[in-house]
């Protein structure tokens, strides 16, 4: 029986900050962000898109009323979490509208926490053919201004339906793991932005990567050119050209230039949106499906994920005949389009006014207008109780 991502949603706050102008008012030399980095815009979230509010708008994109009846896990993977106890899933069940008997969860380990959600899902699945597992990967990358870190901030969600007989991606069984305890990027409970050891960090990344495809290679006698393409989680675009550098000795002429020319379109969404942690991989798969000519059926995606701290995993991805059909390359592209560029003042007030909430529980904030009538956002805190709705509804309910 395959096992794999029959839908695939995406979901980025309507406001991006413009690399170039952000480099003339750090005073670096715009290649830097641009080449340097490899990043041309990054989404930024308003209040009123956090984690939950950006995982919902990515599954309503693809989910049918039938999908909701059909879905019986719903594992959310994030390291912005809202709450220390209760699961960002139980909000999206709700605000989507999913059916009541579903095992509702949340995922930690960096960027690297959905990938151990499509490998619990494809256990469950395993189990339980008949079910569907909705994988929710949504996070806001958060450095702070003037940082290293600052041009690799981004925001967003990507919502996979997974299930037996899969329309878009199979993923194979076998896959190779790591972990290592190191300090490469954390975040600490009493903190709201991520310390990173930067240079530190990227090592951290390539030692992974060698070491999870080294395992698979010697388990699996697999070798590169296996692979028709290569995706790798991308905090930033030039940190997947690192990694086909490093693995660049074990490719011929023929493989390099494929894989780096596949490359091309498995970043055109990330280098517009930036580091979304959780999402980051996948967006890159997607940008892969949707922005590259048809790839053959069964060809197989070689996919690398990092987490710091650090976790990573190599794994395979097959791809389905006639994958094109079940993506949503259009509205993708629109929704990238059509964002509205921020000022860097607009945009260093939105960092620097994190929601409060007032000793009675309460916090209320304006929503922009910027945001569509049909998202779902974060409008207020009442008593505590974080209060979610469609903008829609929102009618002064911040005020
Ligand atoms: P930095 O010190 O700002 O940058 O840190 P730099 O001075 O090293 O320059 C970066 C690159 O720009 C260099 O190229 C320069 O040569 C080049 P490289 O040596 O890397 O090939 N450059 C220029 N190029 C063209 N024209 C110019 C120019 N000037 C310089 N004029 C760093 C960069 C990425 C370290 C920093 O932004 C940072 O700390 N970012 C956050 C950490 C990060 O993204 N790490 C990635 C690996 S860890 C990971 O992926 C996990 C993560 O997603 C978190 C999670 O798992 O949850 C982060």
């Known amino acids: 029986m395959k096992i794999g991502m029959d839908k695939i949603g995406f979901f980025t706050p309507p406001t991006y900050v413009d690399m170039v102008e952000l480099a003339k008012v750090r005073d670096v030399d715009p ?3 641009l080449i340097g980095i490899g990043q041309e815009k990054m989404s930024i979230a308003s209040n009123n898109y956090d984690a939950v509010a950006m995982a919902a708008n990515a599954a309503q994109a693809i989910l049918t009323e039938e999908d909701k009846e059909q879905i019986d896990m719903i594992l959310f993977a994030t390291e912005s979490g809202v709450d220390q106890s209760k699961s960002g899933a139980t909000w999206v069940h709700d605000l989507v509208g999913i059916q009541p008997f579903v095992r509702s969860v949340e995922l930690k380990q960096a960027c690297y926490s959905a990938t ?7 256990g469950h699945i395993a189990l339980h053919p008949e079910s569907k597992v909705l994988l929710l990967a949504s996070d806001i990358a958060k450095y702070g201004l003037n940082t290293g870190g600052e041009p690799t901030q981004g925001a967003g969600a990507v919502a996979i339906l997974l299930s037996a007989e899969p329309r878009i991606l199979e993923i194979e069984k076998e ?5 290592e305890d190191i300090d490469d990027f954390w975040r600490p409970n009493y ?4 310390f990173v050891d930067g240079k530190y960090s990227n090592e951290a990344y390539l030692n992974t990567l060698k070491a999870s495809w080294g395992r698979y290679k010697d388990q ?3 070798n590169l050119s296996d692979f028709e393409a290569l995706v790798f989680h991308v905090p930033y675009t030039k940190m997947g ?11 011929t002429e023929e493989v390099t230039e494929r894989f780096n020319t596949y490359y091309e379109s498995a970043i055109r969404y990330n280098k517009t949106v930036g580091n979304i942690y959780t999402g980051s991989l996948y967006l890159s798969l997607l940008s892969l499906l949707e922005q590259a000519d048809e790839l053959p059926s069964d060809a197989r995606i ?6 710091s701290g650090a976790v990573g995993e190599f794994f395979i991805g097959k791809v389905q005949a006639g994958y094109k059909d079940y993506l949503q390359t259009t509205a993708h592209e629109a929704q990238l389009n059509n964002r509205h560029k921020l000022s ?9 006014h994190p929601v409060e909430v007032d000793e009675a529980g309460n916090a209320s904030f304006t929503a922009s207008e910027v945001i569509s009538k049909e998202d779902f956002i974060f409008m207020a805190v009442r008593e505590h109780r974080r209060q979610y709705g469609k903008m829609n509804e929102y009618a002064g309910q911040g005020e």
């Open 116 to 122: 151990a959600g499509l490998q619990l899902a494809m």
């Open 31 to 33: 290649n830097k962000y």
């Open 241 to 251: 050209r690192k990694a086909l550098q490093a693995l660049e000795d074990e490719m």
């Open 191 to 194: 903190s709201e932005l991520a």
């Open 175 to 179: 896959s190779a793991t790591y972990t």
């Open 220 to 222: 699996q006698h697999a």
């Open 302 to 307: 070689g996919l690398f994920s990092y987490g």
């Open 344 to 352: 860097i003042e607009e945009y260093e007030d939105l960092l620097t």
